[in-house]
């Protein structure tokens, strides 16, 4: 699978972003996407899971060189970011439920061992507007890692975890990349420094 990018700005009006960004991303290889506050990492994946509109270029994802419809994206992508919420209502297992009708689960992967290894299994039947910011990320992390996405787009991963949390995170992305084209846009060394083949400074495509 390839993401192509090419020619990709993002302005606002009082505000120039990146400018003519292009590059191709393969499978089965980890990209960092850094740079400073403001840089625009989070509006880039935005950009890439078609939540807001580029102003100027064209983000295509081909498999076996055949273009794949926008309509069908949603289908390959999984995506943990602050501003995608779970839902409030919903036990963590309701969750699990919920995101198993859509996506199957990585190969290999038993749910149970991971719900234990997050820590979570104690709050199985609670609501996740119980759970603190950190279980909130724990089981983020979970729905978008554990499940089969071609594609994978971490925007802040280890907000609001703890150390014992950032160490689950590098564990879980350790058992989880193989295969699949993983994007982590990120400040934090922590987040990605163990994984990353690639690091693109998206802060610095500006003319
Ligand atoms: N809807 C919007 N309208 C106007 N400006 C916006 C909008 N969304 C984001 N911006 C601005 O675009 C810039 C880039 O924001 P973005 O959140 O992508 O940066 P970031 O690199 O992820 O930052 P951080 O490291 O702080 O998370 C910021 O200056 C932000 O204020």
């Not at 003519?20 to 935005?46: H, L, R």
């Amino acid at each position: 699978m390839q993401l192509v990018i090419e020619g990709l700005s993002k302005k606002y009006p009082k505000n120039k972003l990146f400018e003519n960004f292009s590059y191709t991303f393969e499978s089965d290889n980890v990209y960092a996407i850094t740079g400073e506050n403001g840089s625009g990492k989070s509006t880039f994946m935005k950009i890439i899971a078609g939540v807001i509109p580029a102003s100027k270029g064209t983000v295509s994802i081909f498999e076996n060189k055949k273009k794949i419809d926008k309509d069908n994206i949603h289908q390959i992508l999984g995506i943990t970011a602050p501003y995608l919420e779970l839902i409030e209502e919903f036990t963590l297992k309701e969750h699990l439920e919920f995101h198993s009708k859509f996506k199957k689960l990585l190969v290999g992967i038993n749910l149970d061992e991971e719900i234990e290894r997050a820590n979570l299994s104690k709050s199985i039947n609670k609501n996740v507007q119980e759970f603190s910011s950190g279980m909130q990320q724990r089981l983020k992390l979970i729905l978008s890692c554990c499940y089969s996405s071609e594609i994978l787009l971490l925007d802040e991963p280890t907000s609001h975890l703890d150390i014992k949390g950032i160490a689950w995170y590098k564990d879980l992305i350790k058992r989880t990349k193989q295969k699949r084209m993983l994007l982590i846009a990120s400040n934090e060394l922590d987040e990605y420094n163990d994984f990353a083949k690639k690091i693109i400074n998206i802060g610095s495509y500006l003319n």
